[in-house]
């Protein structure tokens, strides 16, 4: 049995891309049954290819799973109803627990993952603290890829902490209890963003036949099934095999089993067998759709480009490759290599003059465009034309970096600056990155297409913004993605760095109302940068009144990046990766305002929106009392909060203030408060042994 392994959005076994379809499994009363044979081969009569266990399974379970052709994951089981971190001993329990369980199976192939936890309750983790739950899953999955680095690692989250992610997980795996179809369908384009770069798994998913009835259990099933599949999801458990349920004590009250009490199978069995048999539903059409390719001394890039489109599942219409001027035979490669493939050849003019060069030889209704360092998955094509069938002017979808060869490709792949899309809500773009983006033919000559002055970068976010002011909306497509291949050293990503800054001088000057005075860009959108969405410092949890909300979701303006990638974590990688971290911000703002520089006034300073502001101050609370607190003893002292919009928090009496806390990871909090009009008025605020303190600027 072929190990499985992670390939972008999805899982793949040797060279064929597996689709996770599982089946939870016990525990039962009285314990597991003395011979697994009989019910494995009904499940894998039924269609489903994995067993989810809620225990570290043992060689009988496992070699009972191998013999009908399952992969089983398996579920660490340790006291995480508990205050756990209260002190050390439960969670070294755990790893003991987990490296005896996997001692005893000594790497058997049948195993394929362990969850190593399952739903930690909502209430528990906001008094234990979110960060530090969320660290020490991240411990216990470290230890389990340290004793089994063949197993897939996950932790089984829940809508009522999805801001749990941990950081080092394989794959985003949710237990998900929607009823109705389109709330499902919907979360389902949510959890793609919070998983990041990943693939989602729904770990749990099922419905009560004692109280919907059997027929309403057997409908939901089978459309949750279909749902799953074509909103891109890497697998799907159903819970549960049977309806006999042991948690340390029968459960009696409720059936979610797709067998009864007594071994018969009930209608949903038989729902769930035919959906998995369905093919997966493809775009309403096949439009014709132009791939078009520029490139530039990629000699030694463009072929793995070129063959990943000549396997696409959905074929384009005609391949347009343009040689921008290349010096290192790129076009000779191509015309012997790639015959078939129509090729443009042109005097170095820039990127945007060889894409709009490119849509002028195309003819699909669609066009496609991607890089020569892109590599685009089997199902690209196929993804986006789903995205237009959905109504959508242009689509796009996610750039990965493939996994690292060497130390330098991981530190480039987690350090700042890489493409990203911007995302206005979970289905609508408000960015999408050239590298990955198809437009409908008509709206792209509409706008007028590239801009020629963007010879390197910064092509995208100027075309982006002229199709949205025409009215075009943007729709992201999140299995539609393309392997990019970072900069494969530090020096290449530096100079990539610098070309990025030049480029967004010239948008600056051509856009300058959607840029602050700092020249940072004025996105409405969430910017995602391909970690798993978690919470970190700062990040603010909407727990809802009493903590008690079923949906509790993060607030903030951008995606953590990807992390660095484990096998090069070492203390010289970290290292070089925090001096890349502090030095592109420097780099890339040096050459995007070296020719537009903002200088302070005599007596006043600006803000982003180019208001003049009287004065800042900082409170230190060692208790950690910060914004919310000031807030409400603002609004006690009887100021008015100001509007959604409003760059301010609070007015009163022609005074306006606007809040912030700094969180440090040592404990405490310093509030800045930035005031327009008399400071006196917030004077209250300060401890009564201090005055006001400028903060740094």
Not at 163 to 191: H, M, Q, S
């Amino acid at each position: 049995m072929e190990r499985l392994r992670i390939d972008g959005k999805f899982f793949r076994a040797g060279g064929l891309r597996v689709e996770l379809r599982a089946v939870t499994y016990g525990p039962f009363p009285g314990g597991w049954p003395e011979d697994f044979a009989d019910d494995f081969a009904r499940i894998a009569a039924a269609g489903f290819l994995a067993l989810r266990v809620y225990e570290m399974p043992g060689p009988a379970l496992l070699d009972a799973a191998m013999a009908s052709g399952l992969r089983v994951f398996g579920g660490l089981v340790w006291e995480q109803g508990r205050d756990f971190l209260r002190d050390g001993r439960t969670l070294a329990a755990a790893r003991v627990a987990l490296a005896e369980g996997l001692r005893a199976v000594e790497g058997h192939p049948a195993l394929a993952g362990l969850y190593v936890g399952n739903e930690i309750p909502a209430d528990l983790v906001r008094w234990m603290g979110p960060m530090r739950v969320r660290r020490a899953l991240e411990e216990l999955i470290d230890t389990g890829k340290s004793l089994a680095p063949d197993l897939l690692w996950a932790y089984a989250n829940y809508p009522s902490t999805e801001y749990l992610e941990p950081e080092n997980a394989d794959f985003t795996a949710f237990n998900l209890y929607l009823e109705d179809e389109a709330a499902f369908r919907g979360y389902l384009k949510r959890l793609h963003h919070v998983a990041g770069d990943r693939p989602v798994v729904v770990s749990e998913f099922g419905l009560d036949s004692r109280r919907n009835g059997l027929d309403r259990q057997a409908a939901t099933l089978a459309w949750a099934v279909r749902a799953a599949r074509e909103e891109g999801v890497a697998g799907l458990s159903v819970y549960a095999w049977s309806d006999r349920w042991w948690v340390g004590h029968e459960v009696l009250d409720w059936d979610f089993g797709l067998r009864d009490r007594v071994g018969v199978d009930k209608p949903a069995l038989a729902a769930v067998r035919d959906a998995f048999a369905e093919p997966v539903s493809r775009a309403v059409e096949t439009p014709r759709i132009s791939v078009i390719v520029c490139t530039r001394n990629g000699a030694g890039r463009i072929a793995g480009c070129l063959r990943a489109l000549e396997r696409q599942t959905l074929r384009a219409c005609e391949i347009v490759v343009v040689d921008d001027g290349s010096t290192d035979g790129t076009a000779e490669r191509v015309a012997r290599d790639f015959p078939a493939i129509h090729l443009l050849r042109l005097p170095a003019g820039g990127l945007s003059a060889a894409r709009n060069a490119g849509a002028e030889a195309a003819s699909g209704e669609l066009l496609a465009f991607t890089d020569d360092d892109c590599e685009p998955d089997q199902d690209w094509l196929l993804g986006l034309a789903r995205g237009f069938a959905a109504g959508w002017d242009a689509v796009g979808g996610p750039n990965l970096p493939p996994p690292a060869r060497c130390a330098a490709e991981a530190i480039v792949a987690a350090a700042p600056g890489a493409p990203s899309h911007v995302m206005l809500n979970d289905e609508e773009a408000e960015h999408l990155p050239g590298c990955n983006l198809a437009v409908r033919r008509f709206a792209y000559f509409e706008v007028g297409g590239f801009d020629p002055r963007f010879t390197t970068a910064g092509d995208d976010v100027d075309f982006c913004w002229r199709l949205r002011d025409c009215g075009y909306r943007l729709g992201f497509a999140p299995t539609a993605f393309v392997w990019h291949h970072r900069r494969d050293s530090l020096r290449g990503y530096l100079r990539q760095q610098i070309g990025y800054g030049k480029a967004e001088r010239l948008l600056i000057a051509k856009h300058p109302g959607r840029f602050t005075v700092a020249g940072d860009a004025r996105w409405d959108g969430f910017i995602y940068n391909g970690g798993p969405l978690r919470v970190v410092e700062g990040s603010i949890v909407y727990h809802g009144v009493m903590g008690q909300a079923a949906y509790q979701s993060l607030s903030d303006r951008m995606q953590p990046r990807r992390p660095l990638d484990g096998r090069f974590g070492g203390f010289r990688e970290r290292c070089c990766l925090a001096c890349l971290d502090a030095l592109q911000p420097c780099l890339r703002s040096w050459f995007r305002c070296a020719r537009w520089r903002v200088g302070r006034q005599s007596g006043v300073v600006r803000v982003e929106d180019g208001s003049v502001f009287d004065e800042e101050f900082a409170i230190w609370s060692e208790e950690g009392k910060g914004r919310d607190h000031y807030l409400r003893l603002l609004l006690a002292a009887g100021w008015k909060s100001g509007g959604a919009s409003d760059g301010w928090d609070l007015e009163k009496d022609g005074t306006r203030v606007l809040l912030a806390t700094e969180r440090r990871s040592g404990g405490g909090a310093n509030t800045l408060l930035r005031v327009w009009g008399d400071g006196a008025e917030v004077a209250f605020l300060l401890p009564s042994r201090g005055s006001f303190s400028a903060a740094c600027p």
